[in-house]
């Protein structure tokens, strides 16, 4: 159907196409950001059921640039818990907590400044 068919005066639909303008002139280019590739990182913060009231959490996505050994240790540490670094050939390095830690490792994440907290995904809350 058209205006014509339906008795609408174009005056009342305004003539005016606000995408014409956008697609006419092609595709916008993409400005470019300050935060270089090391900012562009996610870090996904997950809970694992095992057994019972057993779990683990693992953390992935940290950069590289950063020493595993060491961010392992200080959360151990400050949160009383066991954890490990697992290497895998997909994901690269995890680390992996023994207990619900994810509201302590976003926690920790935040406080000492290694990501901010748009980059930190918590999954499962």
């Not at 009342?12 to 595709?27: I, N, Q, V, Y």
């Not at 590739?37 to 059921?49: I, T």
């Not at 200080?74 to 490990?84: H, P, Q």
Request: aromatic share 6%; with cysteine.
């Amino acid at each position: 159907m058209t205006d014509l068919d339906i008795g609408i005066p174009s005056a009342l639909t305004g003539g005016f196409d606000p995408f014409a303008d956008e697609a006419a002139a092609g595709p916008v280019p993409e400005k470019k950001s300050k935060a270089s590739k090391a900012d562009s990182f996610a870090v996904h913060v997950r809970m694992q059921q095992r057994n019972g009231r057993k779990s683990l959490t693992t953390v992935q996505g940290l950069p590289e640039a950063f020493d595993y050994k060491k961010i392992l240790k200080a959360l151990k540490k400050e949160y009383c818990c066991n954890g490990t670094v697992i290497e895998d050939e997909e994901l690269g390095k995890v680390l992996q907590l023994q207990g619900d830690q994810r509201k302590n490792v976003n926690a920790f994440l935040l406080d000492n400044e290694l990501c901010k907290k748009d980059q930190i995904k918590v999954h499962g809350f």
